[in-house]
């Protein structure tokens, strides 16, 4: 039998193509070899997927998305060597696989589930870091208000979705009630208060602001607001705003 050093020196060496593949005292093809490691690999990239996108294995079932893994796995093959960081892509992968799904027609919010999922799996790993309050604006010039951008915290995530998510979402976790798809759209606001996960279902005008607010001042983001929602009181929005940054979790920049 092989010791410990000569096998490392040996396995190696058919890593690298320079040997014939044995283990131990027992051929083994090229072929095999491969096959094994291949397995290992896929069965390791499917786990991690697996592990993060819990809403798509229920939805599409555990056999069916181990085959979606070994498939998205042959176009996205993992660049990093935690695979924590694995599947980013998934929810676009399920755009362009969608029809070859079980009843892939009549799922089309898959993918926006998918990014769900993605979201809470980044929000769990994503480090915390100190944040602004909104209420820090009041100590600022009116000036410095209106030039005022926002950027969102690592640990938080805003998914807009043309079906009801948040309604689906409770649904795969519950198992109770149903849901209608065509009820209309849905954006979530995700994070990570005191390291719990947690959804805020957005009302329209406050994820019309925490959208556009995070590529305008908020002099510009005010006046998107008021002429897309001609009702919209101005007070009510921040007060509402403040309920979801009550842990500090939105950055505010001047």
Request: net charge negative.
């Given at each position: 039998?092989?010791?410990?050093?000569?096998?490392?020196?040996?396995?190696?060496?058919?890593?690298?193509?320079?040997?014939?593949?044995?283990?131990?005292?027992?051929?083994?093809?090229?072929?095999?070899?491969?096959?094994?490691?291949?397995r290992n690999y896929q069965e390791n990239h499917s786990q991690a997927l697996c592990l993060?996108?819990?809403?798509?294995?229920?939805?599409?079932?555990?056999?069916?998305?181990?085959?979606?893994?070994?498939?998205?796995?042959?176009?996205?093959?993992?660049?990093?060597?935690?695979?924590?960081?694995?599947?980013?892509?998934?929810?676009?992968?399920?755009?362009?696989?969608?029809?070859?799904?079980?009843?892939?027609?009549?799922?089309?919010?898959?993918?926006?589930?998918?990014?769900?999922?993605?979201?809470?799996?980044?929000?769990?790993?994503?480090?915390?870091?100190?944040?602004?309050?909104?209420?820090?604006?009041?100590?600022?010039?009116?000036?410095?208000?209106?030039?005022?951008?926002?950027?969102?915290?690592?640990?938080?995530?805003?998914?807009?979705?043309?079906?009801?998510?948040?309604s689906i979402w409770n649904l795969l976790q519950t198992d109770i009630g149903t849901v209608?798809?065509?009820?209309?759209?849905?954006?979530?606001?995700?994070?990570?208060?005191?390291?719990?996960?947690?959804?805020?279902?957005?009302?329209?005008?406050?994820?019309?602001?925490?959208?556009?607010?995070?590529?305008?001042?908020?002099?510009?983001?005010l006046t998107a607001v008021m002429t897309s929602f001609t009702d919209i009181n101005i007070?009510?929005?921040?007060?509402?705003?403040?309920?979801?940054?009550?842990?500090?979790?939105?950055?505010?920049?001047?």
């Amino acid at each position: 039998m092989l010791s410990l050093e000569q096998l490392q020196i040996q396995f190696f060496s058919i890593l690298n193509g320079s040997t014939a593949p044995i283990l131990g005292t027992k051929n083994i093809s090229l072929a095999d070899c491969e096959a094994i490691y291949r397995r290992n690999y896929q069965e390791n990239h499917s786990q991690a997927l697996c592990l993060t996108y819990k809403s798509i294995v229920k939805l599409v079932g555990h056999d069916y998305f181990r085959n979606l893994a070994i498939r998205y796995l042959s176009i996205y093959p993992s660049y990093s060597g935690d695979l924590n960081d694995y599947g980013e892509n998934f929810s676009d992968f399920l755009v362009q696989h969608l029809p070859l799904l079980p009843n892939g027609n009549s799922m089309p919010y898959l993918k926006d589930i998918a990014q769900l999922d993605w979201a809470c799996w980044q929000i769990m790993l994503a480090p915390r870091t100190p944040a602004l309050n909104l209420n820090v604006l009041l100590n600022w010039s009116v000036e410095q208000q209106h030039k005022s951008r926002l950027r969102l915290d690592s640990s938080i995530k805003i998914i807009r979705s043309d079906y009801p998510i948040h309604s689906i979402w409770n649904l795969l976790q519950t198992d109770i009630g149903t849901v209608d798809i065509n009820s209309g759209s849905e954006t979530i606001l995700v994070g990570r208060p005191d390291n719990e996960i947690l959804f805020y279902k957005l009302k329209p005008p406050t994820a019309f602001l925490l959208e556009y607010w995070q590529q305008h001042t908020l002099e510009e983001s005010l006046t998107a607001v008021m002429t897309s929602f001609t009702d919209i009181n101005i007070a009510d929005l921040f007060a509402n705003l403040n309920t979801l940054t009550i842990n500090g979790e939105l950055w505010i920049q001047s």
